[in-house]
């Protein structure tokens, strides 16, 4: 049976120890969905938004948070990111985002690709939240990861096809 992988023998909380573990490429991908109603929709694609267009200061965002998870999940090993690459597009009920996270290193980046879909999804929020504070965000989970020793990962399509996302599993 597999086991928590933060905590030590006596039950405290650890950070795990990678140190012995070998470098290898790997990367994850997370997707979200920022849900709202037609007419926010329609302002977004207008683009008319005083803060400037949500969907690429998300994009932004998304990135920028993905590069400091460790600073926001207290025991993530800081990583150096290879590639970042954040998308947000508009969908029939809101924003669709989707990240992918890669590094060569000892430890995986799922964390780092789900920090960075949040914080789009919250930019996305407060972008558009003077339009309507009903604004919903859902879906967030991870679709997809490889390398390391748990080998791949990935989210049946049936799953990852709830959040009325463009990622599917491949």
């Given at each position: ?15 795990v120890d990678v140190s012995t573990k070998p470098l290898t490429t790997r990367t994850a991908v997370a997707c979200g969905l920022v849900k709202m109603t ?68 000892q430890t995986g980046v799922e964390m780092e690709a789900l920090v960075a879909v949040a914080a789009a999804a919250l930019t996305v929020y407060d972008m ?43």
């Amino acid at each position: 049976m597999k086991k928590l992988s933060h905590y030590s023998e006596s039950g405290n909380v650890k950070m795990v120890d990678v140190s012995t573990k070998p470098l290898t490429t790997r990367t994850a991908v997370a997707c979200g969905l920022v849900k709202m109603t037609p007419a926010v929709v329609r302002a977004v694609k207008r683009l008319r938004n005083p803060k400037g267009n949500p969907l690429e200061i998300a994009r932004i965002a998304g990135i920028a948070a993905a590069k400091r998870t460790s600073e926001w999940i207290p025991l993530c090993h800081p990583l150096l990111l290879t590639n970042i690459d954040v998308t947000a597009s508009l969908c029939q009920n809101g924003v669709e985002l989707q990240s992918t996270v890669t590094t060569t290193g000892q430890t995986g980046v799922e964390m780092e690709a789900l920090v960075a879909v949040a914080a789009a999804a919250l930019t996305v929020y407060d972008m558009c939240k003077a339009l309507d504070k009903a604004i919903e965000i859902t879906g967030i989970m991870l679709v997809e990861k490889t390398g390391g020793k748990s080998g791949h990962f990935r989210r049946p399509a049936v799953v990852a096809e709830k959040t009325n996302s463009k990622v599917r599993s491949r």
